[in-house]
Structure formats: C-alpha cells, structure tokens
C-alpha cells in the first residue's frame, strides 16, 4: 500500500541540479553582470567628461559651450583671416558710397 520513499539517485541530482541553475543562478548571473557592466561604463564617461573638460580648456571654450575673450580666427588659403576680411569689405563699402 505505501511505498518506501527512495533517495534520489544520479540521474535524479543531475536534473535537479540543472532546474535549479537554470532557474535560479543563470538570472542571478546575468543580474550580476549587467550591474558590473554598467559600472564599467559610467567610469569610461567620467574618463571621457573630464578628456572633454581638458580639451575645452585647451581650446578656450567654457564649459557651457560659450567661447572666451578671443575668438579662434581661422585662416583661408590666402592666409588672411576672417575678420580681416570682414573689416576689408566694410572699407571697400564705405569708399563706394562717397
């Protein structure tokens, strides 16, 4: 009427085993990885935030965007600026109108 209960065999510990990381250590890993993945990366983007700050800072741009006291000129094949161009023709402009 009753029969004796057994204990699991191999095959049997083997299955369980794998029920159990299937259900329970394979997510618990990933979880694992993914937060040490994240932290990975939030300190590339401080390396990175900080490579920008030295590099604004170089260039003479502040941190909003916004350009220092002097601007950067930049030269064209004549070798003349851009503002030196500008002043040029606003004398070219004021000689035509006399």
């Known amino acids: 009427m009753f ?6 065999g191999g ?3 083997l299955v369980i085993f794998v029920i159990f990381v299937l259900i329970l250590a ?9 937060i040490w993945a994240l932290r990975r990366r939030r300190g590339h983007l401080e390396a ?4 920008v ?12 965007g916004t350009e220092a006291a002097e601007p ?10 851009e503002s030196e ?11 035509t109108e006399e």
């Open 3 to 8: 029969l004796p209960l057994q204990v699991p």
């Open 11 to 13: 095959i049997e510990l």
């Open 26 to 34: 394979l997510p618990l890993g990933l979880l694992v990885v993914v």
């Open 48 to 51: 990175l935030e900080a490579r």
């Open 53 to 64: 700050e030295a590099l604004e800072a170089e260039m003479g741009v502040g941190p909003a």
């Open 72 to 81: 950067i000129e930049s030269e064209d094949a004549s070798g003349s600026t």
């Open 85 to 95: 161009d500008a002043g040029e023709s606003m004398e070219s402009g004021d000689a």
